[in-house]
């Protein structure tokens, strides 16, 4: 089971951090990643990171702006983006799969979504 919060309605320029926590069994060989879906668009990969070694992946849209990072004894993954933007507006899912980060939908376990609102 994946919970995520954290959204929510921010200025240009601000700062949120999202918050997955994952509960039901041992995450040390799965992967978790963020991804985005804006109204009227398809739901888009954001950030990844193994849960063991740690190695992140992001879209070229949030590299320098967003930092994904896990906290293991919590399986919690959180994303912490910087320098908002309107076109940042979505709805964030995590998601969780076995080993790799992937950047397509190909995740076993989807979290509900939390809303980000950057007005300009």
């Known amino acids: 089971q994946l919970q995520a919060f954290g959204g929510g309605l921010v200025q240009a320029g601000g700062s949120l951090r999202l918050s997955c926590a994952a509960s039901?069994?041992?995450?040390?060989?799965?992967?978790m990643s963020w991804f985005r879906q804006a109204p009227g668009k398809e739901r888009e990969f954001v950030a990844g990171?193994?849960?063991?070694?740690?190695?992140?992946n992001y879209a070229d849209s949030v590299k320098g702006r967003f930092t994904i990072s896990r906290d293991n004894a919590k399986n919690t993954v959180y994303l912490q983006m910087n320098s908002l933007k309107p076109e940042d507006t979505a709805v964030y899912y995590c998601?969780?799969?076995?080993?790799?980060?992937?950047?397509?939908?190909?995740?076993?376990?989807w979290g509900q979504g939390t809303l980000v609102t950057v007005s300009s």
């Open positions: 990171i193994t849960m063991g070694g740690g190695s992140t």
């Open positions: 998601a969780i799969r076995r080993f790799f980060v992937v950047t397509t939908l190909q995740y076993d376990y």
């Open positions: 039901g069994r041992t995450f040390s060989n799965d992967a």
